[in-house]
């Protein structure tokens, strides 16, 4: 059931909704409904990362290791068999 009411919009976020009814074609209450059940409805915050586990050559020694260079990384996952190009 709809309720209606009279709302006073800054110029700016009635602006903002105007353009996004435009472009989504759209009347301009379906876009003030959905952008006020998005800001009433706030996603859920995400879960905490998972934490992972390093295997490999680099397993022991992870701390020494810089992944800034991914040049210097093959260098020691390959070691001399290394082709560089």
Not at 6 to 24: G, H, N, Q, S, Y
Not at 51 to 77: C, H, T, W, Y
Request: no cysteine.
């Amino acid at each position: 059931m709809a309720r209606r009411t009279t709302v006073t919009l800054d110029d700016d976020v009635a602006a903002k909704l105007d353009a996004e009814a435009r472009r989504l074609g759209t009347p301009f209450r379906d876009v003030l409904n959905e952008a006020l059940r998005r800001g009433l409805n706030p996603p859920q915050k995400a879960r905490t990362q998972k934490k992972f586990r390093i295997r490999g050559p680099f397993a022991q020694s992870r701390q020494s290791i810089s992944f800034d260079n991914i040049q210097e990384v093959l260098d020691q996952i390959d070691g001399p068999r290394r082709k560089r190009s």
